[in-house]
């Protein structure tokens, strides 16, 4: 049996200028150490400001990151949720990078790497992880070392670390970034993965962050999608992507609007809501 699929949820870029972003993690969500075996920077001295804002300076692969005022240890079996405001949004490519301080050994030899495993959020409830290998490391964070001070650490072209695509788990947006020590799945010498910083790549516009927070809810039931709305917003058409004014099926109580999008033909359309921001939009695919 083909399952209908109704609506693509991601957004269209606006066209209004976005605020000013905070590009790295602004706030630890949650956290878990494992001390047992290495304690670096978790002591309240430095965490966790040694996880917030930028990567370390005056560093490179062959001299990461290693103090306490920089990284901290998560120890086996622990993890750190760090959040993100404006959330990251899913844009072309890479949407965020990982640095944990990889070592490059001066003599040539193998990088001394040190595994996470990575998950998003936008709840904080409910985690979408991205695919990992446990004898490889494919897949997890810790694997590249961070470039040297002076690179972009928003351009994963230059930066080093571990980048993630938030199509990878069918994710538009994410608030928050977990990663999770997975040195159980290496050597002994992997004592446990430190963590340094998260860099935004992608993030929400100020634009899209009003329509997040006036969009209270939009769930599928039945054929049907329901739109649960703020009051500061309020539904307004669907076009198409010409401009056309498409005749949507649908019905309002109150701050409930309910689209009946499988009647139609099948084609990309805009849903366009009216705030005080202004004209916000949604692009969504009609038809089954």
Same mark, same amino acid.
Request: aromatic residues 8%; glycine residues 8%.
């Given at each position: =049996?083909?399952?209908?699929?109704?609506?693509?949820?991601?957004?269209?870029?606006? +066209?209004?200028? %976005?605020?000013?972003? !905070? /590009?790295?993690?602004?706030?630890? $969500?949650?956290?878990?150490?494992?001390?047992?075996?290495?304690?670096?920077?978790?002591? %309240?001295?430095?965490?966790?400001?040694?996880?917030?804002?930028?990567?370390?300076?005056?560093?490179?692969?062959?001299? *990461?990151?290693?103090?306490?005022?920089?990284? +901290? !240890?998560?120890?086996?079996?622990?993890?750190?949720?760090?959040?993100?405001?404006?959330?990251? /949004? &899913?844009?072309?490519? =890479?949407? $965020?990078?990982?640095?944990? &301080?990889?070592?490059?050994?001066?003599?040539?030899?193998?990088?001394?790497?040190?595994?996470?495993?990575? !998950?998003?959020?936008?709840?904080?409830?409910?985690?979408?992880?991205?695919?990992?290998? @446990? #004898?490889?490391?494919?897949? =997890?964070?810790?694997?590249? *070392?961070?470039?040297?001070?002076?690179?972009?650490?928003?351009?994963? !072209?230059?930066?080093?670390?571990?980048?993630?695509?938030?199509?990878?788990?069918? #994710?538009?947006?994410?608030?928050?970034?977990? +990663?999770?020590?997975?040195?159980?799945?290496?050597?002994?010498?992997?004592?446990?993965?430190?963590?340094? %910083?998260?860099?935004?790549?992608?993030?929400?516009?100020?634009?899209? &962050?009003?329509? &997040?927070?006036?969009?209270?809810?939009?769930?599928?039931?039945?054929?049907?999608?329901?739109?649960?709305?703020?009051?500061?917003?309020?539904? =307004?058409?669907?076009?198409?992507?010409?401009?056309? @004014?498409?005749?949507?099926?649908?019905?309002?109580?109150?701050? /409930?609007?309910?689209?009946?999008?499988?009647?139609?033909?099948?084609?990309?359309?805009?849903? /366009?809501?009216?705030?005080?921001?202004?004209?916000?939009?949604?692009?969504?695919?009609?038809?089954?």
């Amino acid at each position: =049996m083909r399952i209908p699929v109704f609506l693509s949820l991601f957004f269209l870029l606006q +066209v209004l200028p %976005a605020g000013a972003q !905070s /590009r790295w993690a602004t706030a630890v $969500f949650s956290h878990q150490f494992n001390s047992t075996q290495q304690s670096i920077g978790q002591d %309240a001295a430095y965490f966790p400001a040694n996880v917030l804002g930028p990567v370390a300076n005056n560093i490179s692969p062959t001299s *990461p990151a290693s103090r306490p005022e920089d990284v +901290v !240890s998560i120890g086996k079996g622990g993890h750190i949720a760090l959040e993100f405001n404006p959330p990251l /949004r &899913n844009g072309p490519g =890479m949407d $965020f990078t990982v640095f944990e &301080n990889v070592l490059v050994p001066l003599n040539g030899g193998p990088v001394f790497d040190e595994w996470l495993i990575v !998950s998003v959020s936008n709840d904080g409830v409910n985690w979408y992880t991205f695919a990992y290998d @446990t #004898l490889t490391g494919a897949g =997890m964070a810790g694997r590249t *070392p961070t470039a040297a001070t002076g690179a972009d650490y928003h351009d994963p !072209s230059q930066s080093g670390g571990d980048s993630y695509d938030l199509t990878d788990v069918g #994710l538009e947006t994410a608030r928050y970034v977990r +990663v999770e020590d997975a040195t159980r799945y290496q050597d002994a010498l992997r004592l446990a993965a430190e963590l340094d %910083a998260v860099a935004a790549i992608h993030q929400v516009t100020s634009v899209e &962050n009003a329509l &997040n927070t006036a969009l209270l809810s939009l769930e599928r039931q039945g054929l049907d999608w329901v739109l649960e709305l703020g009051p500061d917003i309020r539904w =307004m058409d669907c076009v198409d992507l010409a401009g056309r @004014t498409l005749e949507l099926p649908h019905w309002q109580e109150g701050s /409930r609007v309910v689209l009946h999008l499988a009647q139609l033909p099948r084609q990309v359309a805009i849903l /366009r809501f009216r705030t005080a921001a202004g004209l916000l939009t949604r692009k969504v695919l009609l038809g089954a």
